[in-house]
């Protein structure tokens, strides 16, 4: 939406007002009046397999960290309610964090990156959250094919250059 359209949520209107949204709104702004959030307890998340190389967009269930901020939405102002649409064993059952973005994502960009900033040996590289051999691996052999990399998996020519636009290599 246009900054303009989202806007209107915060004129005042004599109507009751109905916010449709995804997994974004949970660390959006506050908006005044909302007193119920009714919770799916689903979100859409980006998932790279290693193995064929691809992304998808997944909807899984969410994280307990994820519905509290939710269920925060609502009652910010004024008492508040939260309606969750699952089971209370399905809550149990929920991690309390979402896996981190760098263990489900394609790291070719972020191998690039760290090359050109003087990081060579990547496999040994203390991430916090470690992506894993085989996402690592994927993301070498992706810059070697794409020829950013050179036979020593250090920065070629090609690999500045992509580097500099950054955009994800394949699309470079």
């Not at 901020?69 to 009652?75: D, P, T």
């Not at 981190?100 to 900033?117: C, F, G, H, M, T």
């Not at 590289?125 to 996402?135: I, K, Q, S, T, V």
């Amino acid at each position: 939406m246009q900054p303009e359209e989202q806007d209107r949520i915060f004129t005042p209107m004599p109507k009751r007002k109905i916010i449709v949204a995804t997994n974004i709104a949970e660390t959006s702004v506050t908006i005044d009046g909302i007193i119920h959030v009714i919770d799916s307890g689903l979100i859409k998340q980006n998932q790279f397999d290693p193995k064929s190389g691809t992304e998808q967009l997944v909807l899984t269930e969410h994280a307990l960290s994820g519905l509290e901020q939710r269920k925060g939405r609502a009652g910010r102002t004024a008492p508040g309610y939260c309606y969750r649409l699952f089971t209370e064993d399905s809550l149990k059952r929920r991690p309390m964090f979402s896996t981190p973005e760098i263990q489900r994502s394609n790291l070719a960009q972020v191998i690039q990156k760290k090359k050109k900033v003087g990081i060579r040996n990547i496999e040994n590289f203390e991430f916090l959250d470690h992506p894993g051999r085989g996402a690592i691996n994927q993301a070498l052999d992706t810059l070697r094919t794409l020829g950013a990399l050179d036979k020593h998996d250090n920065l070629t020519e090609i690999g500045e250059w992509l580097v500099e636009l950054s955009l994800e290599p394949h699309l470079g």
